[in-house]
């Protein structure tokens, strides 16, 4: 049976990396999926609620869940958007009505490889890339949703990938969305901490959940003169 699912671009995706959303797209219906897209979604709110506008954070993840309440699945390829989202009960604690619809929208929100492994039971999506691929493991991706072995799963059954296991590969990116303006020194520490151990392995390309994390991964690596590409785990899994 045909899974319909509603297909959440986030902001970067739409404003930055189209092409990761285009990719998710070719995934999800080359698992199977019939996948749709509303044009009246917007933001899932994380900006707002990270910088403390928990009344604008409301005003977003009402219009979120407006747009998707309908939905069967919603999949965005984003750890931290999905996240998100999973706090929307919680973010309508002292409004009952809001906070029902919020546990039934986030209750149908999926991180990308988390719906492919967890809800199709699909590792094997036809992909082929010749190459060799560390893994960033996104800090909501981990910590909040649980993700660690999924996207491994899917990169292993790539044909031509070879997985590299990064040894920072849990380590923060420093990122953080605003945290990576409000504290550019310490973030960029962060980060080369973690390109440094990259630098050390013969790696053609790093890959995540979280095309958040890979646009800061992405300008540090050109800025320190690094072959290495940074590609979301939805494009490697739609090339081919």
């Known amino acids: 049976m045909t899974r319909t699912v509603a297909l ?3 902001c970067l995706g739409d404003q930055f990396w189209p092409e ?9 219906e080359r698992a199977g999926c019939a996948v749709t897209f509303d044009p009246a979604q917007t933001c899932c709110g994380q900006p707002a609620f990270n910088s403390g506008f928990q009344a604008d954070a409301r005003s977003v993840a009402r219009h979120f869940i407006t747009v998707f309440e309908r939905a069967d ?3 965005a390829p984003s750890g931290s958007c999905v996240a998100m989202v999973h706090r929307y009960p919680d973010l309508f604690r002292d ?3 809001w906070r029902a619809r919020a546990e039934q929208v986030a209750h149908r929100t999926f991180e990308l490889s988390a719906f492919l492994v967890r809800e199709l039971r ?9 190459a060799r691929v560390a893994w960033h493991d996104a800090c909501h991706g981990l910590r909040e949703l649980g993700l660690h072995d999924e996207p491994r799963a899917l990169l ?3 044909q031509g990938l070879e997985l590299v296991d990064l040894r920072t590969g849990e380590a923060c990116c420093g990122f953080g969305g605003t945290f990576a303006v409000k504290f550019p020194e310490l973030s960029t520490a962060m980060l080369d901490h973690k390109l440094t151990a990259l630098d050390a392995q013969p790696v053609d390309v790093i890959s995540a959940v979280d095309s958040s994390c890979l646009m800061q991964i992405r300008g540090r690596l ?3 003169g690094s072959r290495v590409r940074a590609m979301h785990l939805a494009e490697i899994l739609a090339a081919g």
Do not use: K, M, S, Y
Not at 20 to 28: D, E, I, Q, R, Y
Not at 122 to 130: H, K, S
């Open 95 to 97: 409004e009952p009505t």
């Open 156 to 158: 292993r059954a790539v």
């Open 122 to 130: 699909v590792t094997d999506v036809g992909a082929r890339l010749q």
């Open 73 to 75: 699945a919603i999949v």
């Open 222 to 224: 050109l800025r320190r």
């Open 8 to 10: 959440f671009a986030t």
């Open 20 to 28: 990761v959303v285009h990719a998710a797209a070719t995934v999800l």
